[in-house]
């Protein structure tokens, strides 16, 4: 049986919301607290700017 599915909007996401989301799921698997982690998302400072991406 097959169902037809009507198209997805797509919705926006913004930075602040994606933070959160990024801060809370790392939060959950590390134990660590989620406010530390946003606030270092927030700072936008790398451990490794040596290190190129592929």
Known sequence: M????SP????T????AL???VA??????TGEASRG???RLRAGK?????LPLA
């Open 8 to 11: 997805k909007k797509r919705r």
């Open 37 to 39: 982690i946003e606030a």
């Open 2 to 5: 097959t169902t037809s599915r």
């Open 13 to 16: 996401v913004s930075r602040d």
């Open 24 to 29: 809370s799921s790392t939060a959950v698997e």
């Open 46 to 50: 790398s451990r490794f700017k040596s």
């Open 19 to 21: 933070l959160k989301s």
